[in-house]
């Protein structure tokens, strides 16, 4: 199975890639790993330190409103875009073996729709993240 290149060309919208910080806490001596209940390094003696570490995690459309009926968001550094892939109401099917012409109309019609399909979706996002939400229009390939 390879990767098969996508086309989406429909309603979408982007924020800032969102990030939740978490902490580990590793125990060790300075050289050797140890066990949790161990006060000195069982192999050198050492007295064992606890080192807290700050990681962050990227936040994906189940973390930010809790289901994934967008398609699963698609991260590009410091932005990330929400397409559907619930509705072709929203969307202009790219397998159609008839050319589509694109209208301002046509482009109008699948932002509205998306609203309208995503309306909750698009207020919990905005609850979750503070962000300014703006559906747009446009085109994007991704890989699957
Ligand atoms: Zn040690």
Do not use: W
Request: hydrophobic letters at 30%; charged letters at 25%; a negative charge.
């Amino acid at each position: 199975m390879g990767m098969d290149l996508y086309t989406y060309v429909g309603a979408f919208f982007k924020i800032p890639t969102q990030y939740e910080e978490y902490n580990k806490v590793k125990r060790k001596c300075g050289e050797h790993k140890v066990l949790e209940s161990d006060i000195y390094c069982s192999t050198c003696g050492s007295e064992i330190e606890e080192v807290i570490s700050t990681h962050k995690r990227v936040l994906d459309c189940e973390d930010l409103i809790g289901n994934e009926s967008f398609f699963s968001p698609y991260i590009e550094g410091e932005i990330t875009y929400f397409l559907t892939n619930i509705s072709s109401s929203c969307q202009i099917n790219t397998d159609s073996h008839l050319p589509t012409v694109i209208t301002p109309e046509l482009i109008q019609e699948k932002i509205l729709n998306f609203e309208k399909t995503h309306k909750k979706d698009i207020e919990l996002m905005k609850k979750k993240t503070g962000c300014e939400i703006k559906v747009e229009f446009g085109f994007l390939n991704y890989y699957m």
